[in-house]
């Protein structure tokens, strides 16, 4: 199941306010970053971001993470890249990755979910309840199977990062995550 972004924004207050975590403008607009954004984001990729970068230090960005993943607001995601990973805990998402080993690209697994109908009947059969579970589908992504010549696979990367750049510049302020970029910028 996907939910809302502002569910997820608000699940992700109520959890804050529950656990006396105290807001700030910063705390407040990662909580708004990590809401919109679906898929594990790189902490340090958060602390670019303007909307959040205006505001505070990537230092700040770590400390307000790590806090809140010690509330189990938001949960790391084991993926094999330098940078660790980090998505909200919002309830009742389906946390379904499709990961590529060479780059680190991360996307939906452009399936229906495999385990959608197995949570209900491991729910009967042992009386457990809030089940969840993540599904890390790992492989080698398109680009990196054919890498550019000239340059190596080590491209699509920086372009990748080039076309989240000049997102960010095209509308400044503006949290990515709000304003995704057109898949054939990434191309
Ligand atoms: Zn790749
Ligand atoms: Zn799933």
Known sequence: MKTKAEDRFEWAV???RARKFRFTVALTEVLRCLSAERLPINWSDLAKRPAVARLCDPTTVFRIISRLESMGIVRRVGLHSRHTHYVLSAPGDCADYLICKACGDIRDLPVDCP???VEA???AK???RTL???LEVYGICPECQNPPAATGGTKAR???SAARKRAAAAEPGRCLSCNPIALSEIK
């Open 14 to 16: 109520e959890a804050c």
């Open 115 to 117: 385990l959608s109908g």
């Open 121 to 123: 009947g491991i729910e």
């Open 126 to 128: 042992t009386g457990y």
């Open 132 to 134: 969840f579970h993540e």
């Open 158 to 160: 920086s372009s990748k």
